[in-house]
Every structure is written in C-alpha cells, then in structure tokens.
C-alpha cells in the first residue's frame, strides 16, 4: 500500500516562501505524474501544479512564475516551491500521485494535506 507523507506547511508572510514535500513509502510499479491540489476554504479542490513521467510541468496561471514543482525519482518525492506568497495562496496543500499497479490498473493516491497560511 502507497503512502504518501506531505510535510513542510506553515505560516508566512506576504512576498514569503515555503517549499512542501511529499514522500512516498510502499511500492510503485509504475508512476505516471504527481501534482499539487490546494483547497481554501469554501471552494473547490484545485490543481496548483503537475509533473509527469517525462518531466513536463504544468501550472495554474495564479502560480505561473512563483511556484516551482520538482521532484525526485530516486526518492519517489515531489517537492512544491513557492515564492512571493499572496494571502490567496492560502489553503490546505494535497500532493496526488497517479500510478498503474502491477495489473496496469490506475490507482491514485492523495497526501493528508499541508496547511499554507499566509499573513498580509
């Protein structure tokens, strides 16, 4: 069973920077991307940042040019850095990683969420 353990939330200031990991432990056959979700409160489930197999990367245009996702294979982690916060960057950060089973058959998991709290 995939685990994933998300770590490095906080509270920061405006124009501040903090940088979310999130490992996973257990066995994966194969791993087709992972990304970020945040949640505020009171509105959906939104995805921040992507990163696939073949390394291309993706990002909300609210992050666009702030946010870097990366990752490391070895590790099987993904890591969020975020700079120049915003009060709206707020919110409980989710890493999700989508893999195939040794049956190829999908399987997603979610991180237990990393709360962002950014002051103005």
């Known amino acids: 069973q995939v685990q994933l353990v998300e770590s490095g939330g906080g509270l920061v200031q405006a124009g501040g920077s903090l940088r979310l990991s999130c490992a996973a432990s257990?066995?994966?056959?194969?791993?087709?991307?992972m990304a970020w979700y945040r949640q505020a409160p009171g509105k959906q489930r939104e995805l921040v940042a992507s990163?696939?197999?073949?390394?291309?990367?993706n990002y909300a245009a609210s992050v666009k040019g702030r946010f870097t996702i990366s990752r490391d294979i070895d590790k099987n982690t993904v890591y969020l850095q975020m700079n120049s916060l915003k009060p709206e960057d707020a919110g409980v950060y989710y890493c999700?990683?989508?893999?195939?089973?040794?049956?190829?058959?999908?399987?997603?998991?979610w991180g237990q969420g990393a709360q962002v709290t950014v002051s103005s």
């Open positions: 999700n990683y989508e893999t195939m089973d040794r049956g190829f058959i999908p399987r997603s998991y």
């Open positions: 257990g066995s994966i056959f194969i791993l087709n991307s």
């Open positions: 990163i696939n197999d073949g390394g291309s990367t």
